[in-house]
């Protein structure tokens, strides 16, 4: 049974994504106020940054239990469950209701950056009484700095806007700064509203993972529209196979069959490749961006237009600075979910569902959710996501059967189902997707992100 309650918590939630907004709707349905803070002019603002990208799992792995029920209480039509929905229409008909629709319209508060969050009357190193003592956040908005009071705090700001530099030793490049206008980091909108700085020009993709290669892809459908687009793919690694994963032995199908078409890609010549490229140092060359490999007078160089910068992102914790964090070293993530995660270790797999007892932190109350809690691990199923902010607004509610409880059911290999992959790719996707390919006859898809 829960733990009996004397007064209504207050819990902070930061961001107002999907995992956001759901740990809001699990929040208030458990008998808490949420107070939720998001940096962006709305709700979904991240999502927003990547309208055009196919998610690569349907809507059935991309609604929250209790967000949906707070949204059926409105007369919320349902998407139809096995379609797959693009950035865009995961706000426009999920995140964007759940919003300003239901009961949680007043408890948003956007434009709020969060600038800084300790306990109220101790610094990081007091610790006689600290459990006790309720966080404090300071934010940020068109007002000026604000403060808010809260039990505990959930920290769903995702990676999105902390994108890894072009650098290979996880600094930026040398001059990188220098040459921001040539630089796109993510996942750019290359056949929509970015087509004009990248039709007809040289254009290099730093990176391996699934943003790299639907940028690629994106580039090459670009290439036949637009002839003289030239394309060069730089792989700091030595084996470019690797980005094209298992083909028809993954056990995720839709991933192998994205593989391959990629690899077809690479094969026609359409996609120049550089392997072993370490990039060190960027410099302007007249109308071009010279990007060099190695030392700054005797490594290689390519010389293009513009470059895009897919190389993973980062969590932002210096607005965490005065709370007591445990941190895996390498990832940045819960150490507990470090194993589990580790991308020297695994692949998109599957990784087991988890929640309060893993993101515990050892500041009491206070917990990483969503895409921010697996640190620099590179995927993340949203559904994850969601089972991670239920098991810790039921913690936090008392009631500790609740949340030690399973309530997500993941296939062997992960959330698997998707459409049928062939060899002609249709639409790219982001960090946590994977692009939609289809063919004529193909095994059935899989996502490995959602």
């Known amino acids: 049974m829960p733990d009996s309650i004397t007064k209504t ?6 961001g107002a994504g999907p995992v956001g907004l759901a740990a809001a709707a699990h929040v208030l349905e458990r008998g808490m106020e949420p107070v939720v803070l998001e940096a962006g002019p709305t709700a979904g603002h991240a999502v927003r940054q990547w309208s055009h990208v196919q998610l690569f799992s349907p809507w059935e792995y991309n609604i929250d239990k209790a967000a949906e029920r707070l949204l059926s209480a409105t007369g919320w039509n349902k998407p139809q469950l096995d379609q797959y929905p693009t950035g865009a229409e995961l706000f426009e008909r999920y995140l964007e209701p759940l919003a300003t629709r239901t009961t949680l319209k007043d408890r948003i508060k956007t434009r709020s950056m969060v600038t800084g969050i300790g306990k ?27 403060v808010l009071q809260a039990d505990a705090v959930i920290d769903a700001t995702g990676t999105w806007f902390a994108p890894n530099p072009a650098g290979a030793n996880g600094l930026a490049a040398i001059g990188e700064r220098e040459v921001q206008d040539r630089i796109a980091y993510g996942m750019p909108d290359v056949l929509g509203r970015d087509r004009v700085r990248y039709a007809g020009r040289s254009v290099a993709v730093l990176g391996a993972g699934h943003s790299a290669i639907g940028t690629l892809i994106d580039l090459a459908k670009l290439k036949d529209e637009a002839p003289t687009t030239e394309i060069i793919w730089l792989v700091r690694g030595e084996n470019p196979e690797k980005a094209f994963g298992g083909g028809a032995n993954d056990k995720l199908a839709a991933r192998g069959a994205l593989g391959s078409a990629f690899a077809s890609l690479v094969a026609t010549g359409k996609i120049r490749t550089e392997t072993g490229f370490k990039v060190s140092h960027l410099n302007r060359d007249g109308d071009h961006l010279r990007i060099g490999g190695g030392s700054a007078c005797c490594g290689r160089y390519v010389t293009v237009n513009e470059l895009v910068v897919s190389t993973g992102f980062r969590p932002d914790l210096d607005f965490l600075r005065e709370l007591r964090l445990s941190l895996d070293p390498a990832l940045e993530c819960p150490p507990i979910l470090a194993p589990l995660i580790d991308p020297n270790e695994h692949s998109c797999g599957t990784v087991r569902p988890h929640g309060a007892r893993e993101l515990a932190q050892p500041e009491a109350g206070f917990y990483f959710a969503g895409m921010k809690a697996y640190g620099r691990a590179p995927t993340f199923l949203m559904m994850t996501g969601y089972e991670q902010v239920r098991s810790i607004a039921a913690e936090l509610a008392g009631d500790h059967e609740a949340a030690a409880r399973v309530e997500l059911e993941l296939p062997e290999t992960g959330v698997c189902s998707g459409p049928a992959p062939t060899a002609s790719v249709e639409t790219a996707a982001s960090s946590c997707c994977a692009p939609k390919v289809e063919a004529t006859a193909a095994p059935k898809g899989g996502a490995c992100c959602g």
């Open 120 to 146: 109220v009357g101790f610094d990081k190193v007091k610790t006689k009484g600290r459990e006790e003592a309720p966080f404090e956040i300071r934010y940020q908005n068109g007002k000026g700095p604000e």
């Open 9 to 14: 918590k207050t819990v902070a939630i930061l």
